[in-house]
């Protein structure tokens, strides 16, 4: 139900005002990070963190190339200030209400809806003021993937047109040739106004056609070589990116991509989609696109129809899907009622006896009865990947504690870290929580540490709450990797970065969540 109400936070664009009323152009890096973290982190503690950042990255895209700023400042700092935002409140992220749920499985009261709140909220003031102190110092200046295609446009485009009465007239494009090209490939074709893209391999051409490739340089004596094309200078020519339907898609951790070629997945015809370029690492692949495997962060540039990103913008197979080019308009007559659902939803789950579950059933169900959203984008705004995790991950963690694992496990931390203590065990937990959720993701590190932080702290003779709520923030100082949170991978590459960039400014964060973690449970949740 929380997803819903992110789905429709999300249409009626409520944090658009937030980039123009926040960013200042004239200002430096820090100052604008100073004014923009705070509300994107109080956003984050009330909504799903990965929708918010979704909002938030073409509208930074789109500022930074306007303002001539370097992207990569911005992003991973609204990513890292989202997680922060998420330990604030039971709701700010899933693994909050994935431990509360384990907690009362385990006979204990459940967390409250501010329960976290009393060291979630000094976490993330600390947080932000090290991410706008350390962020300017430590990110690297890169371009944005768009800026990159703009200027590198004249290198790689060319032009050529079809002979009237040649043999390419009335030849489709597979037929002629056109289709396995070494190191080029044709992504448009331009018939007076019309613009036909993508090119599908049974497209008929015609004479006088214009068709535009991409490609290396080197490789453009191939396209020479073709009988009954014409050459045409083409040494100004460069991509309308506001005229063509470019858009960037991040391939994400459960996207069928992963570890395939362009060629194997058949994308151009799967996706109705040509991919121009692929960025990995910020750098573009420097090879015959279609050969290259994809990797989980790779950013591709793709030329579509306007209707690509409604199509896949909430399937699995990307990450993030944004257009390089003017984004669609949002619903401004929904921002006032979604904030007063939410704030309704928020006041219900936390001053009034009803649950959590009924307050967000109730919100979706507004959503629903106001038409801000239809049921079928309701529908895909649930993330099922993330429940089915969650709901697997129940499975596991109780047979971690049926089949005897996690005792054998927490009596081996207790025997080692115990010896230091209740503050020594509950470091030991903080510290595997950490290093799991870099490792897999942050729900499922909750749900394998929390039988073994439950069987510890009653092997020792401890309440259990201050270990749950230390696995719960513990599983959030995901910072050093891009692929242990998803807001992370989402930024990775629109933002042109490395993994070193984020242990550069994650590992100073981690340590100071942990650090706060290991001195504030025991002060709050006495051991």
């Given at each position: 139900m929380?997803y819903?109400?992110?789905g429709?936070?999300?249409k009626?664009?409520?944090?658009q005002?937030?980039v123009?009323?926040?960013?200042d152009?004239a200002g430096?890096?820090r100052r604008?990070?100073?004014?923009?973290?705070p509300?994107?982190?109080a956003?984050s503690s009330?909504l799903n963190?990965t929708p918010?950042?979704a909002?938030l990255?073409?509208?930074?895209?789109?500022?930074a190339?306007?303002?001539?700023r370097?992207?990569s400042?911005?992003?991973m700092p609204i990513s890292f200030?989202?997680?922060?935002?998420?330990?604030?409140?039971?709701?700010g992220?899933s693994t909050?209400?994935?431990v509360s749920?384990?907690?009362e499985?385990?006979g204990f009261?459940?967390?409250?809806f501010f329960?976290?709140?009393a060291?979630g909220?000094?976490?993330a003031?600390?947080g932000?003021?090290?991410l706008v102190a350390l962020a300017?110092?430590?990110?690297?200046?890169?371009?944005?993937t768009r800026?990159?295609?703009?200027?590198?446009?004249?290198?790689?485009?060319?032009e050529l047109?079809?002979?009237?009465?040649?043999p390419?007239d009335g030849a489709?494009v597979?037929?002629?040739?056109?289709?396995h090209?070494?190191?080029v490939?044709?992504v448009?074709?331009?018939?007076?106004d019309e613009?036909?893209?993508?090119?599908a391999?049974?497209?008929r051409l015609?004479?006088?056609?214009r068709?535009?490739f991409?490609?290396k340089?080197?490789n453009?004596?191939d396209?020479?070589?073709?009988?009954?094309?014409?050459?045409r200078?083409?040494?100004e020519?460069?991509?309308?990116l506001?005229?063509?339907?470019f858009?960037e898609?991040v391939?994400g951790l459960?996207?069928?991509l992963?570890?395939r070629t362009?060629?194997?997945?058949q994308?151009r015809n799967?996706y109705?989609?040509?991919?121009?370029a692929?960025?990995r690492?910020g750098?573009?692949?420097?090879?015959?696109?279609?050969?290259?495997s994809?990797?989980?962060?790779?950013?591709?540039?793709?030329l579509?129809d306007?209707?690509?990103r409604?199509?896949?913008r909430?399937r699995r197979?990307?990450?993030l899907?944004?257009?390089?080019g003017?984004?669609?308009p949002?619903?401004?007559?929904?921002?006032v009622?979604?904030?007063?659902?939410v704030?309704?939803?928020?006041?219900l789950?936390?001053?009034t006896p009803?649950?959590?579950l009924?307050?967000?059933?109730l919100g979706?169900l507004?959503?629903?009865a106001?038409?801000i959203l239809t049921?079928g984008?309701a529908?895909?705004a649930?993330d099922?990947?993330?429940?089915?995790l969650?709901?697997g991950?129940?499975?596991?963690?109780?047979?971690?504690?049926?089949?005897?694992?996690?005792g054998v496990?927490?009596?081996?931390l207790?025997d080692t870290?115990g010896?230091?203590?209740a503050?020594?065990a509950?470091?030991?937990?903080?510290?595997a929580?950490?290093?799991?959720t870099e490792?897999v993701?942050?729900?499922?590190?909750a749900?394998?540490v929390?039988?073994?932080a439950l069987?510890t702290a009653?092997?020792?003779?401890?309440d259990?709450?201050?270990f749950?709520?230390?696995?719960?923030l513990?599983?959030s100082?995901?910072f050093?990797?891009?692929?242990g949170?998803?807001?992370n991978?989402m930024?990775?590459?629109p933002?042109?970065?490395?993994y070193r960039?984020?242990t550069?400014?994650?590992?100073?964060l981690t340590?100071?969540v942990?650090?706060?973690?290991?001195?504030g449970?025991?002060l709050?949740?006495?051991?």
């Amino acid at each position: 139900m929380l997803y819903v109400l992110a789905g429709a936070a999300s249409k009626s664009g409520a944090l658009q005002p937030l980039v123009g009323a926040a960013l200042d152009p004239a200002g430096d890096d820090r100052r604008n990070l100073a004014r923009l973290l705070p509300p994107v982190a109080a956003a984050s503690s009330v909504l799903n963190n990965t929708p918010i950042v979704a909002m938030l990255v073409p509208e930074l895209s789109s500022w930074a190339a306007r303002h001539d700023r370097a992207i990569s400042r911005f992003l991973m700092p609204i990513s890292f200030a989202a997680i922060l935002g998420g330990t604030v409140t039971l709701i700010g992220t899933s693994t909050n209400l994935v431990v509360s749920g384990l907690l009362e499985a385990a006979g204990f009261e459940p967390l409250g809806f501010f329960e976290l709140t009393a060291l979630g909220a000094p976490i993330a003031v600390v947080g932000l003021g090290a991410l706008v102190a350390l962020a300017p110092r430590l990110l690297p200046t890169r371009e944005s993937t768009r800026r990159e295609l703009t200027e590198a446009a004249r290198e790689f485009v060319v032009e050529l047109d079809i002979v009237e009465s040649g043999p390419l007239d009335g030849a489709s494009v597979e037929g002629g040739g056109l289709r396995h090209l070494a190191g080029v490939f044709l992504v448009q074709v331009l018939r007076g106004d019309e613009i036909i893209a993508p090119v599908a391999p049974g497209q008929r051409l015609r004479g006088r056609d214009r068709l535009r490739f991409v490609g290396k340089a080197d490789n453009v004596v191939d396209l020479l070589s073709i009988s009954g094309l014409t050459s045409r200078v083409a040494d100004e020519t460069r991509f309308d990116l506001d005229r063509s339907s470019f858009f960037e898609a991040v391939v994400g951790l459960s996207s069928p991509l992963v570890g395939r070629t362009l060629r194997d997945a058949q994308f151009r015809n799967t996706y109705q989609a040509a991919v121009v370029a692929i960025h990995r690492a910020g750098e573009r692949i420097d090879a015959k696109l279609g050969d290259v495997s994809l990797r989980v962060g790779d950013t591709l540039v793709l030329l579509a129809d306007p209707g690509f990103r409604d199509r896949w913008r909430e399937r699995r197979d990307f990450l993030l899907v944004s257009p390089l080019g003017v984004s669609a308009p949002p619903v401004l007559r929904h921002r006032v009622p979604v904030a007063v659902i939410v704030a309704a939803v928020v006041v219900l789950a936390s001053a009034t006896p009803v649950p959590i579950l009924n307050a967000a059933l109730l919100g979706a169900l507004a959503v629903l009865a106001l038409r801000i959203l239809t049921f079928g984008e309701a529908r895909n705004a649930i993330d099922l990947d993330v429940i089915l995790l969650i709901a697997g991950g129940f499975g596991l963690g109780e047979a971690m504690r049926v089949s005897g694992l996690a005792g054998v496990v927490a009596e081996g931390l207790a025997d080692t870290a115990g010896q230091l203590g209740a503050v020594g065990a509950l470091a030991g937990i903080v510290l595997a929580t950490v290093i799991l959720t870099e490792s897999v993701s942050n729900t499922a590190a909750a749900l394998i540490v929390f039988p073994i932080a439950l069987a510890t702290a009653q092997g020792l003779g401890l309440d259990p709450r201050g270990f749950a709520v230390a696995v719960a923030l513990a599983a959030s100082a995901s910072f050093l990797t891009p692929v242990g949170y998803q807001t992370n991978v989402m930024v990775y590459g629109p933002g042109g970065y490395r993994y070193r960039d984020y242990t550069r400014l994650g590992l100073p964060l981690t340590g100071l969540v942990v650090v706060a973690i290991i001195i504030g449970v025991p002060l709050m949740w006495p051991l």
